[in-house]
Nanobody
Framework: VQLQACGGGLVQAGGSLILSCAAS????????MAWYRQAPGKQRELVAR???????NYADSVKGRFTISMSNSKNTVYLQMNSLKPEDTAIYYC????????????WGQGTLVTVSS
């Protein structure tokens, strides 16, 4: 399984970006898909996740600004990021988790988002 994330870049505060995560096979319907981020000097944190039924969860810091969605036909998960803040600056990672008792995690390579003030 390979996850290819893209869409990062440099944006001014208040701007928008959309990240994409393309899976090499049809895993998104069998996984909980998520976006994590890691800022310099900080631990990786969950940003948003979506299950195969379309239910979503968000970190409090991004609620109302970010939206996670997926396209089953394209095996792709998206993260629409609006009203970006400098504190959103981080490397964003796509994640696919399968299983409950002994979950298996797959990670994308990360894409850098930089928000300037």
């Amino acid at each position: 399984v390979q996850l290819q994330a893209c869409g990062g870049g440099l944006v001014q505060a208040g701007g928008s970006l959309i990240l994409s995560c393309a899976a090499s096979e049809t895993i998104i319907t069998r996984s909980i898909m998520a976006w994590y981020r890691q800022a310099p000097g900080k631990q990786r944190e969950l940003v948003a996740r979506i299950n195969s039924g379309g239910s979503t969860n968000y970190a409090d810091s991004v609620k109302g600004r970010f939206t996670i969605s997926m396209s089953n036909s394209k095996n792709t998960v998206y993260l629409q990021m609006n009203s970006l803040k400098p504190e959103d600056t981080a490397i964003y990672y796509c994640n696919a988790r399968q299983g409950v008792l002994r979950p298996t995690d797959y990670w994308g390579q990360g894409t850098l988002v930089t928000v300037s003030s």
